[in-house]
């Protein structure tokens, strides 16, 4: 009993040591830059390793007056919340439809949407051009908005079919004999037990709307339009001698990824207990 425990403190431990280095790993590179985007550009290359002597908001300061930072971020907002929005919420419909009702065609439409996962995004971005001029919307929000919704619904539906697969088709019955429609059975009993895979699907598909830099550059050239990611690559190309008027940059498009991870964590596990209560 003893060498059991031992064996087993000893597994904790290792698994301990394993997660820290991978967290300290995935944090070392945001502090890095935070410290950085504090820095004069010659303090930076005194010591880029070393901690500010003052915090020197100045490179903030620029980014938003000089660079129009704040006018990117609003975009990339707009961008990322509504496509985040519609995707989600059509995919959980889609994915109730296919995990749980039995309709003619249903596993050929379902196959043939989750294929459309592999076609390259490079394949389709001409056709998107062109089918986005030929519509009037390029250089439009609208037009990035519809993309990114055709090209993360598919994950997404894969992986709520996937996750409202495993909910208890007595439930399901029990609230029909309730009363309880389509639509309601979704809003009461499908989202709150798929809320763990919901919250992880709008933090997928914000991160992807958000880092994104292929789609918008192509889509919107107008400058008051651009994205986040469009205006750091303008940002690397002009301030290319200077890192931590960069590195400012970067500490600011960093900020809303982890604030919408920090904000839906806790739906993660709330989904996963309500799972378990279930």
């Known amino acids: 009993m003893r060498k059991h425990t031992v064996k087993q403190k000893l597994t904790q431990s290792i698994i301990f040591l394993i997660l820290l280095v991978m967290a300290v ?3 070392y590179p945001i502090f890095f830059m935070g410290i950085n985007s504090f820095k004069t550009k010659s303090e930076y290359r005194k010591g880029p ?3 500010p002597q003052s915090l020197d908001v100045n490179n903030y300061y620029l980014l938003i007056r000089n660079f129009k930072i ?5 975009n990339t907002f707009i961008i990322a919340i509504c496509s985040v929005l519609v995707s989600v919420l059509l995919a959980v419909f889609a994915s109730y439809a296919f995990a749980k009702l039995r309709f003619k065609g249903r596993t050929f ?3 043939f949407i989750i294929s459309t996962m592999f076609i390259p995004a490079q394949v389709t971005m001409i056709p998107l051009y062109y089918m986005m001029s030929n519509i009037h919307l390029n250089n439009t929000l609208i037009s990035v908005i519809i993309a990114y919704v055709a090209t993360s619904l598919p994950g997404t539906i894969l992986l709520m079919t996937t996750s409202f697969s495993g909910i208890s088709d007595e439930m399901i019955e029990a609230a029909t004999i309730d009363g309880a429609g389509y639509f309601k ?8 037990m798929g809320m763990a895979v919901i919250a992880i699907n709008i933090i997928f598909n914000f991160l992807g709307a958000s880092n994104d830099l292929f789609t918008p550059m192509i889509l919107i050239q107008k400058m008051e339009k651009r ?3 469009v205006a750091l690559a303008s940002l690397m190309n002009a301030r290319g001698g200077d890192p931590a008027y960069q590195l400012a940059g970067l ?9 919408v991870y920090i904000v839906f964590s806790r739906f ?7 799972g378990s209560i279930k």
């Not at 500490?251 to 604030?259: E, G, V």
Request: net charge positive; hydrophobic share 65%.
């Open 109 to 111: 439409v379902y196959l």
């Open 49 to 51: 390793f070393a901690l």
């Open 70 to 74: 704040l006018d990117a971020f609003l």
């Open 268 to 274: 993660i596990v709330k989904g996963i207990t309500v």
């Open 25 to 27: 790993s995935f944090l």
């Open 185 to 192: 059975i979704v809003r009461k009993v499908v989202v709150p």
């Open 227 to 229: 994205t986040v990611m």
């Open 251 to 259: 500490t600011f498009s960093a900020l809303p990824p982890l604030l």
